[in-house]
């Protein structure tokens, strides 16, 4: 029987390649995680609630939003819409010079050059419309209207703007769980090289076996590396969300969890009363509606009541008067009665009503949209939460395979190729039920968000 040896120089050789090729990965990995530490030790926890909390103070849309609001509030009241009267008061103060030449009734001169005249004036006046076809009262709706409408865009941009937080936050936690997941299959695969190069050593292995599970902890080391930077980008985005520092760092503290899932029927009755987008078209609906029936006020008679008070003194050095004060009130009424216009006014009026009727078949529209998206959102997220339950099951069944696995490529049972892709089915396992558990909560935040209780649950 022959038997074909290795110098042992040579394997020598092998061993110290082998070692320092060891030596070398767990210095980089190590290198890695104390750059890692030193970039990113700095860091606070954030829960969910603090970062909508934080979000609702400091996000510029919302801040926008609400000083818009604040106009439109502003904006609202008796004096814009025409109740009240217009006040004012008025003076003047006039010198002349004059060259004068006065003949009376007799026939007698009088003449002057150079002669002065002064004139002081005051007055006071008040100009009140008692009545113009209603359109004062139409026009308080309006504003009332204009200030509510202007309440619900406020409404959806928090709304938007929760949403987009709470699935940016939950994306970080995701991204976390998958970095711990690849550390995870980083120490599996060091376990495996660690007992490739034990048989190499001892002369059960062979250094294929060996490189190839070197080349796979790179893999996964790779991998690590691509999701961190992933994940600073999320946190990053997250950061601007929160009007923070982007290389602010922080640690989420809220998993992911999911509520019980409520019957379509009653998300669907809550819909008219709690969606933005519903009744934002309603309003919309009112304002054409008033804007309706403001045509109809030019045709009815316009009643103004004025009140003036004047003070005029007027001092002359030649002629026969010297000085002269009027002074005293003026008070009246006028009315104006439009007659005709060449049917201006009921061509305008015919124009408003069909954009009234045209707006209410927009918000039909924008009502069946809504029903259709809450349809469609209910049952994504209730598939998603069946998804998550299966996926659930096969990670319980993949962990169990690969802790079995490596037991028998202990013993040499399997391959190291067939042990790599067992590692590999465990970890899309693992990634899988991460992606369906991040679904499903993109799911569950649109679906509170179209019922309106993103918002009310932070009343």
């Given at each position: 029987m ?6 042992c120089v040579?394997?020598?050789?092998i061993n ?6 060891k ?8 290198l ?17 609630e ?14 926008i939003?609400?000083h818009?609001q604040?106009i439109a ?20 103060m006039?010198e ?9 009734n007799?026939?007698l001169?009088t003449s002057?050059n ?21 359109e004062?009262?139409?026009r ?5 209207a204009?200030?509510s409408?202007?309440?619900?865009t406020t ?22 769980n998958?970095?711990q ?10 376990s495996r ?20 599970s070197?080349?796979d902890?790179n ?9 961190k ?16 520092d ?12 999911f ?34 029936r ?34 005293g009130?003026?008070v ?11 049917f ?6 015919a124009?408003?009503?069909i ?12 009502v ?17 939460l069946?998804?998550?339950s ?6 319980e ?5 690969i ?6 490529f202990?013993v ?7 042990l ?6 465990e ?6 039920l ?10 569950e935040?649109e ?13």
């Open positions: 022959w038997r074909i040896g290795i110098p040579q394997i020598w050789k110290m390649s082998m070692n320092r090729m030596a070398w990965i767990l210095t980089s990995l190590l890695y995680v104390a750059t890692s530490q030193i970039v990113f030790g700095q860091s606070r926890s954030l829960s969910l603090d970062a909508l909390a934080t979000g609702l103070k400091n996000n510029f849309s919302i801040r939003a609400e818009t604040t509030k502003n904006n609202n009241t008796l004096g814009n819409a025409g109740f009240l009267p217009a006040i004012g008061l008025s003076g003047g006039k002349s010079t004059v060259n004068a030449k006065v003949t009376d007799l026939g001169q002057g150079g002669q002065n005249t002064g004139t002081l004036s005051l007055g006071a006046s008040l100009d009140w419309t008692l009545f113009n076809g209603f004062m009262f139409i308080k709706d309006q504003l009332s204009l200030q409408m202007q309440s619900i409404r959806l941009k928090v709304e938007n703007v929760l949403a987009e937080i709470s699935v940016t936050y939950f994306t970080v936690v995701q991204m976390n998958s970095l997941v690849l550390q995870n299959a980083i120490d599996f695969s060091r090289m660690d007992l490739t190069f034990k048989k190499l050593q001892i002369g059960s292995g062979s250094e294929l076996s060996y490189l190839k070197s080349t902890l893999a996964d080391s790779a991998a690590f590396l691509r999701q930077t992933a994940l600073i980008s999320a946190k990053s985005k997250l950061n601007q969300l929160l009007v923070w982007p290389q602010n760092d922080f640690d989420v503290t809220t998993p992911i969890a509520g019980q899932l409520p019957s379509f029927e009653s998300l669907l009755q809550v819909l008219p009363e709690m969606n933005g987008e519903i009744n934002q078209a309603k309003l919309n609906t009112d304002l054409s509606m008033l804007e309706y403001m045509t109809h006020s030019p045709k009815y008679p316009q009643v103004d009541f004025f009140a003036d008070y004047n003070w005029v003194s007027n001092q002359y050095n030649f002629g026969t008067t010297a000085k002269a004060i009027n002074s009130p003026v009246g009424l006028t009315v104006n009665l439009p007659v005709f216009d060449g201006n006014k009921s061509r305008i009026s124009n408003a009503k954009t009234a009727e045209a707006q209410k078949i927009s918000q039909e529209e924008v069946a949209a809504v029903k259709s998206d809450l349809w469609m959102v209910y049952n994504e997220y209730r598939n998603n069946r998804l998550v299966l996926e659930t099951k096969n990670l069944v993949a962990r169990q395979t802790k079995i696995s490596f037991e028998k202990r040499g049972g399997i391959s190291d190729y067939e790599r892709e067992i590692q590999l089915t970890l899309e396992a693992e990634n899988s991460l992606a369906a558990q991040l679904q499903a909560k993109k799911s935040t679906l509170l968000r179209l019922t309106g209780k993103l918002v009310e649950s932070r009343k």
